[in-house]
Nanobody
């Protein structure tokens, strides 16, 4: 059974930093990508950053230059380093693993990030 467990969320002042972690277990397939999404109240879930295995990393325009995604070589942990946080970064952040064949998304339970201005 695939499990994704996020940690590292919390309350931080604007301009501060947080590092999110996602521990992945139960993977028995080829991973296409690992990434982070977020959902703010009243808004749709949106991509924050993704790491395509063997490919490129992608970032939302709003976080470029401030957030960095990384993972271990085994694909068992993925991190999101968030610097220069803004109030508009407040959201629930979800870890995502995308299976290549057949395509399927797996999600963590989410971790709350609150940035006070």
């Amino acid at each position: 059974q695939v499990q994704l467990v996020e940690s590292g969320g919390g309350l931080v002042q604007a301009g501060g930093s947080l590092r999110l972690s996602c521990a992945v277990s139960g993977i028995g397939f080829i991973i296409g990508s690992m990434g982070w999404y977020r959902q703010a109240p009243g808004k749709q879930r949106e991509l924050v950053a993704s790491d395509v295995i063997g490919g490129t990393t992608n970032y939302a325009d709003s976080v470029k230059g401030r957030f960095t995604i990384s993972r271990d070589s085994a694909g068992r942990t993925v991190w999101l380093q968030m610097n220069s946080l803004r109030a508009e970064d407040t959201a629930v952040y979800y870890c995502n693993v995308r299976r290549s064949i057949p395509p399927r998304d797996y999600w963590g339970q989410g971790t709350q990030v609150t940035v006070s201005s």
